[in-house]
């Protein structure tokens, strides 16, 4: 009886201690939180993730990964952070957000970390510029930018060379090409032109590439100005390729950007717009499997016949914002800079087809050899013309994607949704 | 009429006390009792309902300015920006027609259901199992769920049609047949509801009325119009107010198809309160909204309670 008394006592004691211990070091490592979408490619994320926990052992990375469309996550964020809610330390959010994140005060300034506004412009000096303008609101930088991005026109290179096409340089020689290559190959599952008009973040670039292509301005002497033969251009660009050439099925109308991927990535589009992260996917480095490996060219986005437009690309990107009611800012700041540093960029961009933010890393070898396209499309890059930065942004681009949904789908017309679009724009938009 | 039961202990310990004497040594008076036992519900009640209807009510008197979402003012501005918002009189008459057709259709399949499911068959389990999964299921994933199988180019739906030769339909993208979609997942969801509920009404009706009915000859037609339906007639209430509530507060299936390229058609009121609140972060519009919402319920309760409470007496 004794000794199973002195047996139980020490089993307990040993347990208590072990559990005691046990809490004790959970206690000192700090865990922080990131938050981003799942098309972000958490696969390559978590290693450059692990890399960091071994270059600093008291700290532990959990990723929470969101919805796959920009404006599900900015929903989730809305919720989380007007809650005041410090589960999130870290967000990734599209190039887009900032402007208004900043004005709600969820973002934490960032000039202090980086050591003062003489440092900090040390520091930003290696980025791209375009980036670097939708994170420096009052002359202070409130994220990081993570990845910078455009919309490209990918193309089936072998199709195009059976046919003999030459890359389209206008809208007009995409459609009749899309035209010739349906109908020689004659099957049923090819589209010809792919695009997004679900009423998704993405469907405004849908909108505002064609209608910046054909010489328009969102704003111009202050005023919107939408409802104009750019307008009208751009819209009916997409409403005759799905009713008039039928080179694009209706489904384009709920297609978000990675069905988009997915269609052309198993050989079922000819033409397809889409941002530089489908390039890694179509050459094999993706979860899924990819039938066009070696098969897609990347150009630049087609102007009109006739039109000289200085550019017709959408700046996009995607910044990480460290959220002012983080319990451990120190600790992902440090986070923030090493994802931001040029070992983790580069890597990003190889594995995953991400365009850097990093000048320097557009003359780097090995990610040119990943992405050969870098080179020419470089200036394009740098070009990309950025969206309406406003703290009013959500109503900016609720109003945009939902009546190029309409039209696409053939709710409206194409008047009736620049009628709207102007009205509805004029007040919201100064 | 039983007296109610006094305290036995002594009058001088009883009468003159304080509460808290009388507390500790057990001899609170049943009022007294009752309030105390009821307190902590009551504070529940009070913290999850009362306090965040009140603070709607106060957050609609937050005036956010359209073009500079910082600027924030307090007053009744919210109030007028409703009665002459044609996106919330759209949102409010599509709620109300989609209302009318979800419950019609629910109840057309639901009592059915439940007259199968009442049948003294082996399967009946399997029915009442089958009935119950629809409404089990969150409605969040009942949305997107049939969402995925709306969709043009991978659903499963229209898969079964162009093998059996149709013509595809593209369910979510043209306005009329995303209100197709929606009414049809609605019906399959809370017809189960509806049905279960009826179910409850058909047991307790007694059989010796139906055999006593057929023995002097009625049809089965018959004993069901002149039996069993006036006889469900409380059940059918219940089921009828519970449905339409929730059909007027539609949110997740609505949000889910919208998210998957449905047009703005099917844009219910609950879908706008969300887009005003979440994605404008316009709190105070979003609750004013929320306030229409609420004040449409109140009228359709009391209609309900007005023509269908008398008749069941």
């Not at chain 1, 030459?166 to 009749?176: A, D, F, R, Y």
């Not at chain 1, 000289?308 to 009611?325: I, V």
């Not at chain 2, 199988?149 to 991978?154: G, L, V």
């Amino acid at each position: 009886m004794k000794a199973k008394n002195i047996a139980t006592l020490a089993a307990f004691g040993l347990a208590a201690g072990a559990l005691v211990l046990s809490a004790a070091t959970a206690q000192s490592k700090t865990t922080i939180t990131v938050f981003f979408g799942s098309t972000f490619r958490p696969d390559l994320m978590r290693p450059i993730f692990d890399r960091f926990e071994k270059a600093n052992p008291d700290i532990e990375v959990k990723q929470e990964l969101g919805g796959a469309t920009s404006e599900l996550q900015n929903q989730y964020l809305t919720t989380v952070l007007s809650a005041k809610d410090s589960s999130l330390d870290a967000f990734l959010i599209d190039v887009i957000r900032p402007a208004q994140f900043q004005s709600q005060g969820w973002l934490e300034p960032l000039d202090k970390y980086l050591g003062g506004s003489a440092k900090t412009q040390e520091f930003l000096s290696g980025y791209l510029p375009g980036p670097i303008n939708a994170d420096k609101i009052n002359s202070q930088i409130w994220a990081l930018p993570a990845s910078t991005d455009t919309q490209f026109l990918y193309y089936r290179k072998d199709l195009l060379a059976k046919y003999n096409l030459k890359v389209p340089k206008t809208w007009e020689e995409v459609i009749s090409q899309a035209q010739t290559v349906t109908k020689g190959e004659n099957n049923p599952q090819l589209q010809g032109l792919n695009f997004q008009g679900a009423p998704i973040e993405g469907a405004v670039c849908t909108f505002l590439q064609p209608f910046w292509a054909a010489g328009g301005e969102l704003l111009q002497n202050g005023k919107v100005n939408v409802n104009t033969e750019a307008g009208r251009k751009a819209l009916n660009l997409w409403v005759g390729a799905i009713n008039t050439s039928k080179v694009s099925p209706l489904s384009m109308a709920e297609t978000r950007t990675d069905d988009s991927r997915k269609i052309m990535q198993a050989g079922n589009a000819v033409f397809g717009l889409n941002w530089s992260y489908a390039w890694a996917h179509f050459q094999g480095n993706s979860p899924d499997p990819t039938k066009v490996k070696g098969l897609i060219g990347v150009a630049k986005l087609p102007n009109f016949a006739g039109i000289n437009a200085s550019s017709a690309n959408c700046q996009g990107g995607w910044q990480w914002g460290l959220s002012s009611f983080s319990k451990n800012k120190e600790a992902t700041f440090k986070l923030l800079k090493f994802m931001s540093s040029s070992d983790a960029q580069a890597e990003l961009s190889i594995k995953g087809g991400f365009l850097p933010v990093r000048k320097a890393l557009y003359n780097n070898s090995a990610v040119l050899k990943a992405n050969p396209h870098y080179t020419q499309l470089y200036p394009v890059i740098l070009r990309a013309k950025p969206r309406p930065v406003t703290a009013n942004y959500p109503k900016v681009s609720e109003i945009i994607r939902t009546n190029v949904n309409a039209v696409v789908s053939g709710a409206k017309t194409t008047d009736q949704a620049l009628k709207d679009m102007q009205a509805g724009l004029e007040g919201v938009l100064k | 009429m039983r007296q109610p039961e006094l305290s036995t202990a002594p009058r001088s310990q009883t009468r003159g006390a304080t509460f808290l004497a009388r507390f500790v040594s057990g001899n609170l008076r049943d009022s007294e009792l009752a309030i105390l036992l009821l307190a902590p519900s009551v504070v529940l009640l009070v913290g999850i309902m009362l306090y965040p209807m009140l603070n709607v009510f106060l957050m609609s008197l937050r005036v956010q300015n359209t073009l500079e979402p910082s600027m924030v003012t307090t007053g009744f501005e919210n109030f007028s920006r409703l009665l002459a918002d044609k996106r919330f009189l759209d949102a409010f008459t599509r709620t109300i027609w989609f209302g009318f057709l979800t419950v019609t259709g629910s109840f057309l399949i639901g009592l059915p259901l439940a007259l199968l499911a009442n049948l003294e068959t082996g399967w009946r389990w399997l029915v009442r199992v089958a009935l119950l999964l629809p409404w089990a299921m969150p409605q969040i994933i009942t949305g997107t769920m049939f969402a995925w199988m709306f969709n043009s180019q991978y659903g499963v739906f229209n898969d079964i049609l162009v093998r059996l030769g149709f013509e595809r339909i593209y369910w979510l993208i043209r306005p009329d047949s995303a209100t197709v979609a929606f009414v049809l997942t609605v019906i399959w969801k809370t017809s189960s509801f509806v049905a279960l509920i009826l179910l409850g009404g058909l047991q307790s009706i007694p059989l010796e009325l139906s055999e006593a009915a057929q023995v002097d000859g009625a049809t089965s037609t018959q004993v069901f119009w002149r039996i069993t339906l006036p006889l469900l007639r409380p059940a059918i209430a219940v089921a009828l107010i519970f449905r339409t509530l929730s059909a007027l507060q539609v949110f997740d299936i609505p949000y889910a198809f919208m998210s998957a390229g449905a047009s703005q058609s099917l844009e219910t009121l609950g879908v706008y309160v969300q887009k005003q609140t979440v994605e404008f972060t316009d709190f105070g519009y979003g609750s004013t909204v929320s306030l229409g919402l609420f004040a449409l319920s109140l009228v359709i309760t009391v209609i309900y309670l007005r023509f269908i409470r008398p008749e069941e007496s």
